[in-house]
């Protein structure tokens, strides 16, 4: 059933004119990142939403929650202690009606919501939650189920009186609240928790607190959930504080990205994932919607150095390449409106972002003399080289992102101009198998979760980043995590920024996280600071 | 014919166990162990975990121990552990196995149907033009890639008339589109190879002294011609069904379908190695079992196989 054309006019026109008509919006957990409009009007009861995600996926136990296929359908299904309202910037209560912390940050105790129930009758309680924190922390031994990277200065916890758990960490961790807001540290109920390793990855058999339930599931196709009518404990100050407006959630998976445009716009499906920035605007001029959820809960699309070849051992080269970069012609020949420019490794809503983007101005000038300065002398071909070596270096990328490939193909012409040559192996899983642990491959370009602040990311020896530990960065990270009061913790975290973009330029910035999603006309939908579309409070009209 | 069969399916078998091996040892050329490898993709996995999980999957045995185990799991059906879902291999691929039967089966009797329709038509039709218009469609199937194809009757039948699903809704639609496109590209070498094979056929002098009989073309085509071409089509046909799997992996993830095409696919992407050891081994077997299949009914076509030298079969059928 489509709307009339009329209609669908005004609303690609309003769209296009980037006016938004969300009168239903405004409330706390309303992402503000919801770019086309929104037809006005009060909710309706009811309906089932069809949405379809990227690819399949089997393992849906909650540590494992850090690709959006899972996050995505988690979210809606378990509850955390806390949520991040990225409109206000600030952490408030869900599970957890207060959080109070010692000075040193080494403890923090939780106030748990009276009245919550798992959807099998268990009451969560304090308890309830201290299974699930030890999980986290610890990891389930019997189940091979690791602990929660975000969760790594985890020691203990303890029930006490009034509903209460209280933590104790190993070290100091000012980043702890705001890891109990990822879906990663979703609440399960604890006869989940004590199911094997294909139980609890199975997601008939997750049982969560969340607005919806598993329902039933074709594996590799389909995943149905109903709604939970005594749901009435969404996070503080969320759009809809009850029970869904939808009676039923259907998950499909579109894996061809060339047929997400045509689903949202036929209603085949009420919400699509991954859409191209070819497709944004074909979708709006049909009728469709396209909302950009911005990943605030994640570092920007980067490509951070790995130093191992030698290549970019100096930290002027990497400084060359940074402004070497020309992030706006990215923009307007790559991305679309739905992207922003990066001035930092934080998404420009993040707590704590510094702008940098007067540093990371394109200046293919500064580039050519920050190489000279490191010896790099153009050679016969354009390429530069040193002692005999020419300055070329790889990146390698997974195909999630959609844009990322052509992304790269642009920036290989920038460099060229510079005399650097870029092999583009991006979005190539193949040889990305190899690439990931790989330190001669100079550039791994992705974009991270970050709950646990930026130390997770780039501190381990191990990390995915870049497969090397920096002592100065982790000094840095310790006295982040061991801040005391938010002036100092925001302060080190400008720091942070500007030692790994700007001093040692260890990761090269590109955009904003942002995920693109196509949706029919009669489609109302907020998103997460995660990107994660909140089901909860969806609903549609005209059907 | 016993000491035939025999042979047969032992090489079979020694075909199934060098595959097995060859996969083993592929997996032990990896920069690493499975399960490091699988928890690489993660953000930074913790060693005592890593360690705690090769001990729980077995891969810090001996290698040979670990060669041993496996093969001798394999015989009992097991072919381990998925490491992304935890759940047995043998469960992960019987839960979608069914779809692809479905749509591969579906599609090689169909392939097998046109093809002998196409070649029945070409050789039978009456105006040259006909004819010629009829040998070049083999050619035009085989050029059109499976996924273009599948993508544009899907834009066409579901997004711009929405007569179908984008998805396997269970619809007659959504079944035989995806089914068409996988046979039509399927089609085209028997097709190519049985034609070929008829044109000799028909140029043997016992073809004429029918013709001078009396006998009708149809006649001859169908009782003798065909019979007669029929071993060449055979064979290429037990060798089509390696295409078949890989088209599966594009209809399937074009059609949204479950099946093996998308599993491989997400075995792949998230690292889960004993998964696609698991699926490298069961298409393998499937191969080998076809072509087995293919070479026992070999016989019932061409009786003089029995006779002649076992290993010139295909050259005779060629």
């Given at each position: 059933?489509r709307?009339?054309?009329?209609?669908?006019?005004?609303?690609?026109?309003?769209?296009?004119l980037?006016?938004?008509?969300?009168?239903?919006?405004?409330s706390?957990?309303?992402?503000p990142?919801?770019?086309?409009?929104q037809?006005a009007?009060?909710p309706?009861?009811g309906?089932?939403?069809?949405y379809a995600?990227?690819t399949?996926?089997?393992?849906?136990?909650?540590?494992?929650a850090?690709?959006?296929?899972?996050?995505?359908v988690?979210?809606?299904?378990l509850?955390?202690?806390t949520?991040f309202d990225?409109?206000?910037?600030?952490l408030?209560?869900?599970i957890a009606s207060?959080?109070?912390?010692n000075?040193a940050?080494?403890?923090?105790?939780?106030?748990?919501?009276d009245?919550?129930?798992f959807?099998n009758g268990?009451?969560?309680?304090?308890?309830?939650?201290?299974?699930?924190?030890?999980?986290?922390?610890l990891?389930?031994?019997?189940?091979?189920?690791?602990?929660?990277?975000?969760?790594?200065?985890?020691?203990?916890s303890?029930?006490?009186?009034?509903n209460?758990?209280?933590?104790t960490?190993?070290?100091?961790d000012?980043?702890?609240?705001?890891a109990?807001?990822?879906v990663t540290a979703?609440?399960?109920a604890?006869e989940?928790?004590k199911?094997d390793?294909?139980?609890q990855s199975?997601?008939?058999k997750i049982?969560?607190?969340?607005?919806?339930?598993?329902a039933?599931e074709?594996?590799d196709?389909?995943?149905v959930?109903s709604?939970?009518d005594?749901y009435?404990w969404a996070?503080q100050?969320?759009?809809?504080?009850?029970a869904?407006?939808?009676?039923?959630?259907?998950?499909?998976?579109?894996?061809e990205?060339?047929h997400?445009?045509g689903?949202a716009?036929?209603g085949?499906?009420d919400l699509?994932?991954?859409?191209?920035?070819?497709?944004?605007q074909?979708l709006?001029?049909?009728?469709?919607?396209?909302?950009?959820?911005?990943?605030?809960?994640l570092?920007?699309?980067?490509?951070?150095?790995?130093?191992?070849?030698?290549?970019?051992?100096?930290?002027k080269?990497r400084?060359?390449?940074q402004?070497g970069?020309?992030r706006?012609?990215l923009?307007?020949t790559?991305?679309s409106?739905?992207?922003?420019i990066?001035?930092s490794?934080?998404n420009?809503?993040?707590p704590?972002?510094?702008?940098?983007?007067?540093?990371?101005?394109y200046?293919?000038?500064?580039?050519k003399?920050l190489?000279?300065?490191a010896?790099?002398v153009p050679?016969?071909?354009?390429?530069?080289?040193?002692?005999?070596k020419?300055?070329e270096v790889t990146?390698?990328?997974?195909?999630?992102s959609?844009?990322?490939?052509?992304?790269?193909?642009?920036?290989?012409?920038?460099?060229?101009?510079i005399?650097?040559?870029l092999?583009?192996?991006?979005?190539?899983n193949?040889?990305?198998?190899s690439?990931?642990?790989d330190?001669?491959?100079?550039?791994?370009?992705?974009?991270?979760?970050?709950?646990g602040g930026?130390?997770p990311v780039f501190?381990?020896?191990n990390?995915t980043?870049?497969?090397?530990?920096?002592?100065?960065?982790?000094?840095?990270?310790?006295?982040?995590q061991?801040?005391?009061?938010?002036?100092?913790?925001?302060?080190?975290?400008g720091?942070?920024?500007r030692?790994?973009?700007?001093?040692?330029?260890l990761?090269?910035v590109?955009w904003?996280?942002?995920q693109?999603?196509?949706?029919?006309?009669?489609t109302?939908?907020?998103f997460?600071?995660?990107t994660?579309?909140?089901?909860?409070?969806a609903?549609?009209?005209?059907k | 014919?016993g000491?035939?069969i025999a042979?047969?399916v032992?090489q079979?078998?020694?075909v199934?166990?060098?595959?097995y091996?060859a996969?083993?040892l592929?997996?032990?050329?990896l920069?690493?162990?499975?399960?490091?490898?699988?928890?690489s993709t993660?953000?930074?996995?913790?060693?005592?975990?890593?360690?705690?999980?090769?001990?729980?999957?077995?891969?810090d045995?001996?290698?040979?121990?670990?060669?041993?185990?496996?093969?001798?799991?394999?015989?009992r059906?097991?072919?381990?552990?998925?490491?992304?879902?935890?759940?047995?291999?043998?469960?992960r691929?019987?839960?979608?196995?069914g779809?692809?039967l479905?749509?591969?089966?579906s599609a090689?009797?169909l392939a097998v149907?046109?093809?002998?329709a196409l070649?029945a038509?070409a050789t039978?039709?009456?105006g040259?033009?006909l004819?010629?218009?009829?040998?070049?469609?083999?050619?035009?199937f085989?050029?059109?890639?499976?996924f273009?194809?599948?993508l544009?009757?899907l834009q066409?039948?579901?997004?711009?008339?929405?007569?179908?699903?984008l998805f396997?809704?269970?619809?007659?639609?959504?079944?035989?589109?995806?089914i068409?496109?996988?046979?039509?590209h399927?089609?085209?070498?028997?097709?190519q190879v049985?034609?070929?094979?008829v044109?000799?056929v028909?140029?043997?002098?016992?073809?004429?002294?029918?013709?001078a009989?009396?006998?009708?073309?149809s006649?001859?085509f169908y009782?003798?011609t065909?019979?007669n071409?029929?071993p060449?089509?055979l064979?290429i046909?037990?060798?089509?069904?390696?295409?078949?799997?890989?088209?599966s992996?594009?209809?399937?993830?074009?059609?949204?379908?479950?099946?093996?095409?998308q599993?491989?696919?997400q075995?792949v992407?998230?690292q889960?190695?004993?998964l696609v050891?698991?699926?490298?081994?069961?298409t393998?077997?499937t191969f080998t079992?076809?072509?087995?299949?293919?070479?026992l009914?070999?016989?019932?076509?061409?009786p003089r196989?029995?006779?002649?030298?076992a290993?010139?079969a295909?050259?005779?059928a060629?």
């Amino acid at each position: 059933m489509r709307p009339p054309r009329l209609a669908l006019k005004a609303t690609a026109l309003l769209a296009a004119l980037g006016l938004s008509l969300t009168a239903c919006g405004g409330s706390g957990a309303a992402s503000p990142n919801t770019e086309a409009a929104q037809p006005a009007g009060d909710p309706v009861q009811g309906g089932t939403l069809t949405y379809a995600e990227v690819t399949p996926i089997d393992n849906w136990q909650t540590q494992a929650a850090r690709f959006y296929e899972k996050a995505n359908v988690l979210n809606s299904v378990l509850d955390r202690l806390t949520y991040f309202d990225a409109e206000q910037g600030k952490l408030v209560g869900w599970i957890a009606s207060d959080f109070t912390s010692n000075e040193a940050k080494t403890q923090y105790t939780f106030t748990i919501r009276d009245g919550v129930t798992f959807s099998n009758g268990t009451v969560l309680d304090a308890k309830a939650v201290k299974a699930n924190l030890d999980a986290l922390g610890l990891g389930i031994k019997d189940a091979q189920i690791q602990p929660n990277v975000d969760f790594s200065a985890y020691k203990s916890s303890k029930v006490l009186d009034g509903n209460k758990v209280q933590v104790t960490l190993k070290r100091p961790d000012a980043n702890f609240l705001r890891a109990t807001s990822s879906v990663t540290a979703g609440l399960v109920a604890p006869e989940t928790l004590k199911l094997d390793n294909a139980g609890q990855s199975a997601i008939s058999k997750i049982v969560g607190s969340g607005p919806f339930v598993f329902a039933s599931e074709k594996p590799d196709e389909e995943v149905v959930f109903s709604a939970r009518d005594d749901y009435a404990w969404a996070p503080q100050g969320a759009q809809n504080p009850g029970a869904p407006y939808l009676d039923e959630l259907v998950i499909k998976y579109l894996p061809e990205v060339a047929h997400r445009a045509g689903a949202a716009q036929s209603g085949q499906v009420d919400l699509v994932r991954g859409l191209q920035p070819v497709d944004e605007q074909v979708l709006k001029s049909g009728g469709g919607q396209v909302f950009a959820a911005q990943g605030v809960d994640l570092t920007t699309n980067n490509a951070s150095v790995r130093i191992g070849s030698g290549q970019l051992a100096d930290a002027k080269v990497r400084q060359a390449l940074q402004v070497g970069m020309d992030r706006q012609a990215l923009k307007d020949t790559v991305l679309s409106d739905s992207y922003v420019i990066s001035a930092s490794i934080l998404n420009h809503k993040t707590p704590g972002f510094v702008d940098f983007s007067a540093e990371l101005a394109y200046d293919p000038a500064r580039s050519k003399e920050l190489l000279d300065e490191a010896g790099w002398v153009p050679g016969p071909d354009g390429i530069r080289q040193k002692d005999g070596k020419k300055l070329e270096v790889t990146v390698a990328s997974s195909n999630n992102s959609v844009v990322i490939k052509p992304a790269f193909e642009l920036i290989e012409q920038q460099w060229r101009e510079i005399g650097v040559k870029l092999v583009n192996r991006a979005a190539d899983n193949t040889f990305l198998t190899s690439a990931l642990v790989d330190d001669q491959v100079e550039f791994f370009g992705t974009r991270q979760f970050a709950y646990g602040g930026l130390g997770p990311v780039f501190g381990p020896a191990n990390n995915t980043q870049t497969l090397n530990a920096d002592e100065e960065l982790n000094d840095l990270f310790t006295r982040e995590q061991a801040a005391t009061t938010e002036q100092e913790h925001l302060k080190l975290i400008g720091e942070e920024q500007r030692a790994l973009v700007l001093d040692k330029a260890l990761t090269l910035v590109l955009w904003d996280e942002v995920q693109v999603y196509g949706a029919h006309s009669g489609t109302h939908v907020d998103f997460t600071s995660g990107t994660a579309p909140i089901f909860q409070g969806a609903w549609k009209s005209g059907k | 014919m016993g000491g035939y069969i025999a042979k047969r399916v032992g090489q079979a078998l020694l075909v199934i166990w060098l595959a097995y091996t060859a996969v083993f040892l592929a997996v032990q050329a990896l920069p690493n162990d499975p399960v490091t490898i699988f928890l690489s993709t993660d953000a930074a996995a913790d060693p005592a975990t890593i360690a705690q999980l090769k001990a729980h999957y077995g891969y810090d045995q001996p290698l040979i121990t670990q060669y041993l185990g496996q093969l001798g799991a394999l015989l009992r059906g097991d072919l381990g552990y998925s490491l992304s879902s935890g759940a047995p291999v043998a469960a992960r691929i019987g839960e979608v196995i069914g779809s692809t039967l479905v749509l591969a089966g579906s599609a090689f009797v169909l392939a097998v149907l046109l093809a002998v329709a196409l070649v029945a038509a070409a050789t039978l039709a009456r105006g040259e033009r006909l004819r010629r218009a009829l040998l070049n469609l083999p050619p035009l199937f085989i050029s059109i890639p499976v996924f273009w194809l599948g993508l544009v009757l899907l834009q066409l039948l579901a997004v711009q008339l929405g007569v179908m699903s984008l998805f396997p809704d269970g619809s007659a639609l959504s079944l035989l589109v995806p089914i068409l496109v996988l046979a039509l590209h399927l089609s085209a070498p028997i097709a190519q190879v049985l034609l070929k094979s008829v044109q000799q056929v028909s140029a043997q002098p016992f073809v004429d002294v029918l013709r001078a009989k009396g006998a009708g073309e149809s006649w001859i085509f169908y009782r003798h011609t065909l019979k007669n071409a029929a071993p060449a089509a055979l064979s290429i046909a037990g060798i089509t069904i390696g295409t078949l799997l890989a088209g599966s992996v594009i209809t399937e993830t074009v059609f949204a379908r479950a099946g093996l095409g998308q599993l491989v696919l997400q075995a792949v992407t998230v690292q889960d190695i004993p998964l696609v050891q698991g699926l490298v081994l069961l298409t393998a077997a499937t191969f080998t079992v076809v072509n087995l299949l293919v070479d026992l009914i070999h016989p019932q076509l061409d009786p003089r196989i029995i006779t002649a030298h076992a290993g010139s079969a295909r050259a005779l059928a060629a």
